[in-house]
């Protein structure tokens, strides 16, 4: 007997969603036109870093294919007032060569210090270290500027992107002073292009090589 009980509480559990659905009004949706207002402000939240203050009437003016036709060229946008904010960054004056020479001697210089000290640790700050640490808070500083005052939203957009996809660890040894020249000649000239080539690059670059702990990687 209780057997068939079970049965028919199956049965009824596994029917009644059935009878249920068949019971209930169809949904009917009906698809809603952005306006070009909305549409502007959607295109700049989802390809962009969101709307700058008077930038959605101008994107709405403009047309928003024609904003994203712009975007996706971005060697042709004038992008003038970024470009004069990066003349306060001197981080973009050093290549990794010059970035290098200053770790290498600040490094030293710690060494020096500790055993004349005889101590295992210090924190007198020489000049050299302390601009080594100007220059990566302005290496973090200039991602952001770039976000907020460039008209090559999408680019600085896939720049970030990629340098997250590709990433590699700015405070792991080398790569500190690696990293600056790793987004500024491997991630942004090619953050547009083909694929094949990013891949490529990063692969093949010396931070990455280093991030990977390549010279441990050996032949069986």
Known sequence: MKYRVLTCLLATVLVWPIVGAQRAAPLHVVPVALSPRDSAVHALNRLAYGPRPGEVDRVTAEGVMHWIDRQLVPRKMD?????????DFRILEYDRGDLAG????VQRERRERKQT??????T??????QT????????????????????RQLYEVMVDFWTNHFNVYFAKGADRFLTPDYIEHTIRPKAMGKFE???IATAESPAMLFYLDNWESVAP
């Open 79 to 87: 992008d003038g007032a970024l470009a004069r904010r990066e003349r």
């Open 102 to 105: 200053m770790y290498a001697e």
């Open 117 to 122: 000290a005889n101590q295992a640790s210090d």
């Open 124 to 129: 007198t700050v020489t000049p050299r270290e």
């Open 132 to 151: 080594a640490r100007r220059l990566a808070g302005q290496f973090q500083e200039l991602a952001v500027v770039r976000a907020a005052l460039s008209e």
């Open 197 to 199: 080539d990013l891949l």
